[in-house]
């Protein structure tokens, strides 16, 4: 067995043990709230195109899952109060450590998007589906303020394909090039301090791929952090809502 995949189940292990009590009780407050499910699951796809239920502390409104905006701002009225709390923390994370002792994720990995985002992905893209899927990856630290980067979008599944997209699949290529056991110890690492100082890791991540490739990522990392609409890697053109109506909602 792969050192990589011993130490995903030991430290998912771990965590299950020492969240658990935790977990119960923000459980229990999610289901008070509307008295629905708090767990919520939705058909991801995993290495090698399988698709596979990635699982959720519910942070939504139940009624929520029939829209159909695929991303989500932070002023988003889909969001439920609790929600708003867990999704800050990322504890609506904390079941994904199920999906890591069923061996369809890891720790460390580019994130698994749904079918209809995948079916978006240029040849370039599809290299994401090279690994295994992860919990965290440099592009879930530097993008975890997605939610307010999108805030008062008028359309935040186009804006989400113009500004963020891109950048989440140049960095998870990197990954995908350039992982090993180390580099995920240290994605690990600014994860967890990211969840109270994010300009520390944020400054160190730019610096590792501003050295990788400068021209491209100065883009991303400009002083004003104001992002401006790109192409997704493997594309020639901008992402157009009639591409998303297309995929989405054939």
């Given at each position: 067995?792969?050192?990589?995949?011993?130490?995903?189940?030991l430290?998912?292990?771990?965590?299950?043990?020492?969240?658990?009590?935790?977990?119960?009780?923000?459980?229990?407050?999610?289901?008070?709230?509307?008295?629905?499910?708090?767990?919520?699951?939705?058909?991801?796809?995993?290495?090698?195109?399988?698709?596979?239920?990635?699982?959720?502390?519910?942070?939504?409104?139940?009624?929520?899952?029939?829209?159909?905006?695929?991303?989500?701002?932070?002023?988003?009225?889909?969001?439920?109060?609790?929600?708003?709390?867990?999704?800050?923390?990322?504890?609506?994370?904390i079941?994904?450590?199920?999906?890591?002792?069923?061996?369809?994720?890891?720790?460390v990995?580019?994130?698994?998007?749904?079918?209809?985002?995948?079916?978006?992905?240029?040849?370039?893209?599809?290299?994401?589906?090279?690994?295994?899927?992860?919990?965290?990856?440099?592009?879930?630290i530097?993008?975890?303020?997605?939610?307010?980067?999108l805030?008062?979008?008028?359309?935040?599944?186009?804006?989400?394909?113009?500004?963020?997209r891109?950048?989440?699949?140049?960095?998870?290529?990197?990954?995908?090039?350039?992982?090993?056991?180390?580099?995920?110890?240290?994605?690990?690492?600014?994860?967890?301090?990211?969840?109270?100082?994010?300009?520390?890791?944020?400054?160190?991540?730019?610096?590792?791929?501003?050295?990788?490739?400068?021209?491209?990522?100065?883009?991303?990392?400009?002083?004003d952090?104001?992002?401006?609409?790109?192409?997704?890697?493997?594309?020639?053109?901008?992402?157009?809502?009639?591409d998303?109506?297309?995929?989405?909602?054939?």
């Amino acid at each position: 067995m792969k050192p990589k995949i011993v130490f995903d189940y030991l430290l998912a292990i771990s965590l299950l043990l020492l969240l658990f009590l935790p977990t119960l009780v923000i459980l229990f407050l999610v289901f008070k709230e509307d008295f629905n499910n708090p767990i919520y699951s939705s058909i991801r796809v995993k290495k090698n195109f399988k698709k596979f239920s990635l699982f959720k502390i519910r942070s939504m409104k139940v009624t929520s899952q029939i829209n159909k905006v695929k991303s989500t701002s932070s002023d988003d009225p889909r969001i439920s109060k609790i929600g708003k709390f867990i999704r800050k923390y990322k504890i609506d994370e904390i079941p994904q450590l199920l999906n890591i002792l069923k061996n369809e994720m890891s720790f460390v990995g580019p994130r698994p998007n749904v079918i209809e985002e995948v079916s978006l992905y240029s040849n370039e893209e599809i290299k994401l589906l090279d690994v295994k899927p992860g919990i965290t990856d440099f592009a879930s630290i530097i993008f975890s303020d997605e939610a307010d980067i999108l805030k008062d979008s008028k359309n935040p599944n186009l804006d989400y394909n113009l500004l963020i997209r891109p950048w989440k699949s140049l960095i998870g290529l990197y990954y995908v090039e350039k992982n090993n056991f180390i580099m995920d110890l240290e994605i690990l690492t600014l994860t967890a301090i990211s969840l109270f100082n994010k300009k520390l890791p944020t400054r160190y991540i730019s610096k590792k791929l501003l050295s990788h490739d400068f021209n491209t990522y100065k883009l991303l990392f400009n002083p004003d952090r104001n992002l401006t609409p790109i192409a997704p890697p493997g594309h020639s053109n901008l992402v157009t809502q009639k591409d998303l109506d297309t995929v989405y909602y054939k």
